[in-house]
């Protein structure tokens, strides 16, 4: 009996299309998931070390201005003391030229970066450098870190990252 297919052949067969169609399915329904949470994890870690090297880090060279610096760092030879010097001259930099500041602090023009710099007493907001157009679409990570003026007074620093 050559050519004669059995009804339950064609049925396992069914059922196992149907079950690989399934799996493939959700496989590639999850994949999308997976790889923004990956997006947010290396976001997240990416502006946590760009706060540590603004807070910890006196850049380079350790007295900069806006016009010798190589790297940006807030930093005095003391660790979490800020300097306001360096400060104004963040704010300034950014204000002139946000592009140099973002290609400073994170080494990679695809990222936008907002740094804020807020006096914790008065609430006086020292920085605000951000790109002229905000966005809303791609995943963010922002860390909050706090330090110390030269006066002795608190700040704290935000930098987010998309």
């Known amino acids: 009996m050559k050519g004669v297919v059995n009804i339950e052949f064609i049925i396992s067969v069914l059922v196992f299309l149907g079950t690989v169609f399934f799996l493939i399915i959700s496989v590639a329904n999850n994949v999308p998931q997976f790889h923004e949470g990956s ?11 760009m706060s ?8 380079a060279p350790k007295n900069w201005n806006s016009g010798n610096v190589k790297r940006i760092g807030l930093s005095t030879p003391e660790k979490y003391v800020i300097s306001m010097q ?18 400073l602090v994170t080494g990679d023009p695809n990222f936008a970066v907002v740094i804020n710099i807020t006096n914790v007493e008065t609430n006086e907001v020292y920085v605000y450098c951000a790109p002229p157009v905000a966005t809303l679409v791609l995943p ?5 870190r706090y330090g110390v003026l030269e006066s002795k007074e608190r700040v704290s620093i935000e930098v987010g990252v998309a």
Do not use: P
Request: hydrophobic share 35%; glycine share 4%; charged share 25%.
């Open 39 to 49: 997006l947010v994890s290396s976001l997240r870690s990416r502006s946590f070390s």
């Open 52 to 59: 540590e090297a603004l807070l910890l880090d006196e850049g």
């Open 86 to 103: 360096k400060i104004n001259a963040l704010k300034g930099m950014c204000s002139d030229n946000y592009n140099n500041v973002r290609d």
């Open 140 to 144: 963010q990570s922002l860390v909050k």
